[in-house]
């Protein structure tokens, strides 16, 4: 499966930004996927994903402001980005693995999506 990330841009403090992140090739439904995020002079960091059946799981700094969801009809993964702060400015990656598993670690993860910058001005 190939991942394509799109969405990102410039939002002012507060604002909100939703990122896709598109499959293309086998059915994305059988994939979990996740969102990571490396910003500037950092390590990149998980920041979320979705199972299968459709749940959830988020790191505590974005936790009530971010929502991850799917819909494999389209083959489509979305990140809602509300209240966003300075500190959300980043590269966002979506990823994905085929199966029922999930994980925080970027090894797991198979396929990767190009990146999309989220630039957050205070």
């Known amino acids: 499966v190939q991942l394509q990330a799109s969405g990102g841009g410039l939002v002012q403090a507060g604002g909100s930004l939703r990122l896709s992140c598109i499959a293309s090739g086998r059915a994305f439904g059988s994939y979990v996927v996740a969102w990571f995020r490396q910003a500037v002079g950092k390590e990149r960091e998980f920041v979320g994903g979705?199972?299968?059946?459709?749940?959830?799981y988020y790191i505590d700094s974005v936790k009530g402001r971010f929502t991850i969801s799917r819909d494999n009809t389209k083959n489509t993964v979305y990140l809602q980005m509300n209240s966003l702060k300075s500190e959300d400015t980043a590269i966002y990656y979506c990823?994905?693995?085929?199966?029922?598993?999930?994980?925080?670690?970027?090894?797991?993860?198979?396929?990767w999506g190009q990146g999309t910058q989220v630039t957050v001005s205070s």
């Open positions: 990823a994905a693995v085929a199966g029922g598993s999930w994980s925080s670690i970027e090894a797991v993860y198979d396929h």
């Open positions: 979705i199972r299968l059946g459709g749940s959830t």
